[in-house]
């Protein structure tokens, strides 16, 4: 399809990128050094070698475990849904021990007043003690290695941060310095594993990503080094644009697929790799680099573009007959601007000096928005990309335990297509964000949900940088829809069901066309749920559209609906006037 050379995006809403990012204070890490084991050689005969010296054993960076562990503490403690103690999250963390090297288990014991404390490190069998509270001392945290005590010592109040990370610290350090199935997981391991038992206990989607899984998840938020945005293949011993992302430089120059990239700063691309020559495009953000091009049968043009951090491209458009397909395969921190671009070359807008064009004259006869399989991304971008197709309205509203996490997300502005028809397309694997914009837009009665039950995951989370270069992503905010049902566990139902079969789609299909709709009572049933929903109800309501991988009968309703105006608004109006809601 044609695009515009001009940064096209003029969003009906500019809403600020919130991530919520805790960096503890860290001072400089003290290094670790091991003892020296060297083995002393002996004044022997000749013939006698020297003894081997023993293999060191890895160091734990003791003082960066701790560093993470308080500011994880720190972060965790306001913000989870319910609320929980440090003790809590310490006592669930540690069992991250056993599930790295099960002779090591995590007891408590409460010893009688009259007895001795045990000492740290103390050989005593941990058991679990019984009797009158009154009369026993305070509970003792003990480590074990098999039936043996290898860290024993008593425990903090529930919620003192700091005395807590001392204790997980110097237990996981007990362990280390027992456990040779410890050492050889390593300091990530141990962590990993004390987030993921940690997390067991709170809900499907808070987590940790280790220094090196989140620095590739940044990535793919917000983008990586510099680059200008091409993506290219071989063609012989030549280069070839295969692709522009239209988050960077190279889209705003006018670069094109098919064109061949003959130089990079003045280097000959003939005979290199695709690989090679891609390196030589990266470089710090904000230098410059020199790209000959070379259309077929043109001579070459320098380009000088600068580089940027290029977020990978989420939106890709399509032609279908006279609608237009946006497929967005995710929610990065540039979606809603990829989208707006495309639709102001789809769509006719008009100026103060023109106006508005009759639904004849737009370029499109509808947008189609393929949402099957985006399992979502950044909340804000999808509030974003609802306030460019509505008026004004509430997109999603956020409901947590911590004041911040309660927010209303209302949009306004103008709906940048005009009206046109907007049809989306939901499997059972779309998610989250993608769910917020389907809902919004349906709820709204601005375009009409096709496919099946969405995956139904309504948590928000929020996240935290952490000192060795990890992140917790913590839920701490539930999502509920503009007409005030929860997105958690029930997902979108839509108002056209496509995972019944063929003979079930064609029923609905011919009943909207004569103004009716056989989805109705589903549709209703799930706007009118309210948080808390027993499971059950749950069940009761997704049954009615189960959850189902998209298929091509979703984009053969999508033709149809868009066809017949009838039909269109039929569907549309299957969907509860936000006046006749009941207030949430």
Not at 88 to 111: H, K, M, N, Q, Y
Not at 229 to 243: D, K
Not at 446 to 470: D, H, W, Y
């Amino acid at each position: 399809m044609p695009r515009s050379r001009e940064a096209a995006c003029r969003p009906a809403l500019c809403l600020a990128f919130c991530m919520f990012i805790l960096i503890a204070p860290t001072g400089p890490a003290k290094a670790q050094t091991p003892a020296d084991t060297a083995g002393t050689t002996a004044q022997a005969a000749p013939a006698i070698s020297p003894a081997a010296s023993p293999v060191p054993q890895p160091a734990l960076s003791v003082s960066l475990t701790r560093e993470v562990l308080v500011a994880a503490l720190g972060f965790l403690e306001p913000r989870t849904l319910e609320a929980h103690s440090a003790r809590d999250f310490c006592l669930w963390g540690l069992d991250g021990l056993t599930a790295i090297d099960p002779t090591l288990s995590v007891t408590e014991t409460r010893p009688e007043v009259s007895g001795p404390a045990p000492s740290p490190g103390g050989a005593m069998a941990a058991e679990k003690t019984s009797g009158d509270a009154s009369a026993q001392g305070p509970t003792i945290l003990n480590v074990l290695q098999g039936q043996t005590v290898v860290f024993s010592r008593i425990m903090p109040a529930s919620d003192s941060n700091g005395a807590w990370a001392d204790l997980v610290t110097a237990a996981m350090q007990a362990a280390w310095q027992h456990s040779a199935t410890l050492r050889e997981a390593g300091s990530d391991a141990l962590l990993q594993g004390f987030f993921d038992e940690l997390f067991n206990h709170l809900d499907p989607y808070s987590r940790y990503l280790g220094p090196s899984p989140a620095s590739s998840d940044r990535t793919r938020r917000t983008g990586n080094t510099g680059t200008v945005g091409l993506s290219l293949g071989q063609s012989g011993r030549m280069i070839v644009i295969t692709a522009v992302n239209a988050n960077g430089p190279a889209w705003e120059a006018g670069v094109d697929t098919g064109e061949r990239l003959v130089s990079v700063n003045g280097r000959s691309t003939r005979g290199q790799d695709v690989t090679t020559v891609q390196g030589w495009l990266e470089g710090d953000e904000h230098t410059s680099v020199t790209l000959g091009i070379a259309a077929k049968g043109h001579r070459t043009t320098t380009l000088r573009l600068e580089r940027t951090q290029v977020p990978p491209e989420t939106v890709f458009a399509s032609t279908d007959g006279p609608f237009t397909v946006l497929r967005v395969t995710s929610f990065s921190t540039q979606t809603a601007e990829e989208i707006s671009q495309y639709i102001d070359q789809v769509v006719d807008e008009p100026t103060p000096d023109t106006p508005a064009p009759s639904a004849s004259k737009n370029k499109t006869a509808g947008i189609i928005l393929d949402l099957r399989g985006d399992r979502g991304g950044v909340l804000q971008q999808a509030v974003t990309t609802a306030a460019l197709l509505l008026d004004h309205g509430v997109a999603v509203t956020t409901h947590g335990r911590n004041p911040l996490a309660n927010h209303i997300w209302a949009v306004q502005g103008g709906d940048m297509t005009n009206g046109t028809p907007v049809v989306i397309l939901v499997d059972g694997r779309t998610a989250s964000a993608a769910e917020i914009l389907a809902s919004a837009l349906a709820d709204h009665r601005r375009a009409v949900v096709i496919g099946s039950e969405t995956l139904g995951k309504g948590l928000v989370q929020v996240i935290g940088q952490m000192p060795n270069g990890g992140e917790l992503f913590v839920t701490w905010s539930r999502n509920q829809a503009p007409l005030g049902w929860p997105i958690q566990g029930l997902g979108v139902m839509p108002q056209v069901c496509t995972s019944l079969g063929a003979e079930s789609l064609q029923a609905q299909l011919s009943a909207l066309k004569q103004g009716n709709t056989l989805q109705g009572e589903a549709v209703q049933m799930a706007r009118a749920a309210r948080y808390p929903v027993p499971v059950t109800k749950i069940l009761d309501i997704r049954k009615h559209c189960p959850a189902a991988i998209g298929s091509d009968a979703d984009m053969d309703a999508a033709r149809v609906l868009l066809s017949s105006p009838a039909a269109y608004r039929a569907a549309l109006e299957s969907v509860p006037d936000e006046n006749s809601a009941p207030i949430h």
